[in-house]
Nanobody
């Protein structure tokens, strides 16, 4: 099990920026091993299903859903055990609770869009609220 704690949400106006952070423990294989591991960001708006936003592999390959491409950037500081999501040019439709997650199945957002969020991931953050006003 991976313990995650996400933060950095807030209220901003459209076209503004926020950076989300997710501190994780390192009980799973570290980013320095040959085993492929992944972390990602998800979001859930009221009345909607949780959806994938961005994922990154332990090899540094990132993947995004189309709606955030060019605006959001996922990255990892493996020395500090922190996952980031830099969000620029925010739009009201980005308003949601954002969650970080850790699991080998959260590498690619295309697969998650097609098949849904997998059950029983290795770990979820508690969520951080992002609100974008027009």
């Amino acid at each position: 099990q991976v313990q995650l704690m996400d933060s950095g949400g807030g209220s901003v106006q459209a076209v503004g920026s926020l950076r989300l952070s997710c501190v994780y423990n390192n009980k799973r294989p570290s980013w320095d091993t040959d085993e492929i591991y992944c972390m990602g960001w998800f979001r859930q708006a009221p009345g909607m299903e949780r959806e994938g936003v961005a994922g990154i592999t332990s090899r540094g390959t990132a993947d995004y859903v189309d709606s955030v491409k060019g605006r959001f950037t996922i990255s990892v500081d493996s020395d500090q055990n922190i996952l980031y999501l830099q969000m620029n040019d925010l739009k009201p439709e980005d308003t949601a609770m954002y969650y970080c997650a850790a699991d080998p199945r959260v590498c690619t957002m295309t697969a998650i869009q097609a098949f849904g969020v997998p059950d029983a991931l290795d770990g979820w953050g508690q969520g951080t609220q992002v609100t974008v006003s027009s």
